[in-house]
């Protein structure tokens, strides 16, 4: 028997004037899971997420969320999801605190619950020590966790993450992994991430799909995937024979700016 399904796409397209970002495609996560996107630079992934969310209309084809479809239901779909995208969503002028009633005003946190929320969202974070210091004063880890606290306070069924470690030194990497692990074992919730990182997608998620060139060429389980090209593969080979291509992938509030920002404009 299939597990519930949090988030199923069907022939969905997305055309740029004469570029076609995304090419028909299907897919589906089922609830629970923690779903990796995966593919190179232009290949769809962040287009995808924009669809998914409702912040950009499809060409064709359609997709449910949260059991809403995202064209006839869009407000419900936005009232069920979180979203950290690659640029900067935190507010530099503001303590960690602020960016928390901030969010929670504008997701609908009931005013009778916001500082219950706050208070137990900045200690899953363990960001309640820093709540009252400016964000522009956090480090890279710090910041990234302050944003997923941020897409957390309503609870959403479902969780978008467009690159979730971008910029970030390996210890804050992995204080980040281990806050989205313990987000859905907590929460129940489906997380869906984009991600460059083939040791993230290797450690996080439990299911992958590849993107290359607006087409899904290869979906299964990290391990499953890995095996089909033999005992020695790992996720870098499975990305190099999907996608015919390899890559390099690699602070301060300046410097996650910086770097979302470019990859911001090559994603």
Known sequence: MNSPTAIEIFDLTRCFGELTALDHISL?????????????????????????????????????????????????????????????????????????????????????????????????????????????????????????????????AVLFLDEPTIGLDPVARFLVWEHLKDLRSTFKMTVLITTHDMEEADVLCDELAFLHQGKIVGQGKPAELKQSLGPAADLNDVFTHFSGSSFVEGGKFSDVRQTRYTAGRHG
């Open 28 to 156: 589906r996560v089922g609830s629970g899971q923690i779903f990796g996107l995966l593919g190179p630079n232009g290949s769809g992934k962040s287009t995808t997420i924009k669809i998914l969310t409702t912040l950009l209309k499809p060409s064709a084809g359609t997709a449910r969320v949260a059991d809403f479809d995202i064209m006839e239901h869009p407000a419900q779909v936005r009232a069920r999801i979180g979203y950290v995208p690659q640029a900067l969503s935190a507010d530099g002028a503001l303590t960690g605190r602020e960016n928390l009633l901030l969010s929670a005003r504008l997701y609908g946190v009931p005013k009778d619950q916001r500082n219950e929320r706050i208070q137990t969202i900045l200690q899953f974070m363990q960001l309640a020590d820093a709540a009252e210091k400016l964000a522009k004063y956090y480090s890279g880890g710090m910041i990234r966790r302050l944003e997923l606290a941020q897409a957390m306070l309503h609870r959403p």
